[in-house]
């Protein structure tokens, strides 16, 4: 199993991109009122990628030996992948004006950068 690591690894790494570029691309046609944003493709294939992008993640932990709530890294990136849904599902979905939404945004982009870092480090920084 160890062999799949660099494979699953690089998958991981492509729909985490897909999830962010994804994201992006929906919140800039969000703020345009783009008709875009009510094609059925544009309302599944978010579910599509983030449910991939969370199996990918899954098998990694498995195959590293490592599980969220047993090794702290873990945990804080999980914590700082929720704090991104959320940020990112306020950009998105409140009844709110443009310029809390582009903050909403830039937190979540900034929480999934958190997240990036956590995982490159192995290393917990806020719950440490």
């Given at each position: 199993m160890d062999s799949l690591y660099p494979a699953i690894k690089?998958?991981?790494?492509?729909?985490?991109?897909?999830?962010?570029?994804?994201?992006?691309?929906?919140?800039?046609?969000?703020?345009?009122?783009s008709p875009i944003m009510d094609k059925k493709f544009v309302k599944v294939a978010p579910h599509v990628i983030d449910t991939l992008l969370v199996l990918s993640g899954l098998t990694l932990c498995f195959i590293i030996k490592q599980y969220p709530f047993q090794d702290v890294w873990l945990t804080e990136k999980i914590g700082a992948l929720l704090a991104y849904i959320f940020l990112a599902t306020i950009a998105l979905k409140a009844n709110r004006n443009k310029l809390f939404k582009i903050f909403a945004a830039l937190g979540a982009i900034a929480w999934i950068v958190y997240a990036g870092k956590v995982a490159m480090l192995k290393q917990a920084i806020i719950l440490s």
């Open positions: 690089h998958i991981h790494l492509t729909f985490i991109a897909l999830s962010v570029l994804f994201f992006i691309v929906r919140f800039a046609l969000h703020l345009k009122q």
